[in-house]
């Protein structure tokens, strides 16, 4: 399985990330125990900010892939950067089977996958209806999914040191090798499960709240 430590240059990226955005926004961080430290994994979280990937790939305690827009890789600067920290290319135009396939196997691997289950960022604090996509990459991996919930990001980067109070919330792990017992089969099935993991992510965020 993939594990250990992280390659130099993201253990240094990460650590600046953490660092900057606590310096600028302010950082909470609760539940990093709940992180598996190894092995396959899904990290399943809301979505707001352009903020949110560098949040998780900066507090979560194990080197992450992320999954990113493919036009993003053709940017100079961004483009070599994000490649180097592990993104899957994805075009929305259909489905992507290119991204599936390097998703799964980054998964079969021992790697771990941050996942939207939105899909795109909400404009306001409620969540969009959850894609299929995490329950497919779930029904085929049997990847435990951990549910994040980020608050503050909305908004933070037009107010650059006036914002105060980003939080990320990691949530106990969730086991899926019952999949189909529990959803079904097929895309109604796998969208299904999105809806639950953001019904656990709403449950952060309530607890968040008290």
Known sequence: MKSGPMKAGYWLIHHLARALIRLIFGLK?????????SGSLIIAANHQSFLDPPLI????????????????????????????LNSIPVTRSG?????????????????????????????????????????LLVRQSE?????????????ALQRIFKHRGISVYYGQPLYTANFEEQFGSGSQAYRAF???????????????HH
Do not use: W
């Open 29 to 37: 961080i609760e539940g990093l125990d709940n992180v598996p430290r």
């Open 95 to 135: 489905q992507d089977l290119t991204s599936l396939r390097v998703a799964l196997e980054t998964l079969e691997t021992g790697g771990a996958i941050l996942i939207f289950p939105e899909g795109t960022r909400s404009r306001t604090e409620l969540f969009l209806k959850a894609t299929g996509g995490i329950g």
């Open 143 to 155: 990847a435990p999914v951990v549910p994040v919930f980020i608050q503050g990001t909305r908004g």
């Open 57 to 84: 790939g900066g507090t979560a305690p194990r080197e992450i892939h992320f999954m990113a827009k493919a036009s993003l890789f053709k940017k100079p600067v961004l483009g070599p950067l994000i490649k180097y």
């Open 194 to 208: 999105g809806e639950f993991i953001l019904g656990k992510i709403g449950e952060l965020k309530h607890e968040s």
